[in-house]
């Protein structure tokens, strides 16, 4: 099954709506957004557009809407070294032996 990749347009403009529904449930408009973020009102219109925003507008708005959750989501912690996966493959996979081709003589 096929799943199409998105675009960073259309993540952006996802992720700009998703903080815009999280303002209006707040009964918050983009000023009162921009004051509780110490960000600008133009911060604001550019993420919830889509239109281009820095990581520190994502952080702190999404901090005024407590989804620091989501953001740690963005960015697991990793419980197994992918190395230490490759060595186990490795130990537990039967050697390989290439046989030269003899020559009658």
Same mark, same amino acid.
């Given at each position: 099954m096929d799943i199409p990749l998105k675009s960073i347009d259309d993540y952006e403009i996802l992720i700009g709506e998703q903080f815009k529904r999280l303002r209006i449930a707040a009964e918050m408009d983009q000023i009162q957004l921009a004051g509780a973020a110490n960000i600008s009102l133009g911060a604001?219109?550019?993420l919830e557009n889509g239109s281009g925003s820095s990581l520190k507008t994502l952080i702190r708005v999404a901090r005024v809407f407590n989804q620091e959750k989501w953001l740690e989501? #963005?960015?697991p912690q990793t419980t197994v070294s992918p190395m230490? =996966? #490759? $060595?186990?493959?490795? #130990?537990n996979k039967p050697r390989q $032996? =290439?046989?030269k081709s003899r020559k009658a003589e």
């Open positions: 604001i219109k550019n989501s #963005l960015c230490q =996966v #490759l $060595r186990d493959q490795k #130990l $032996r =290439v046989y």
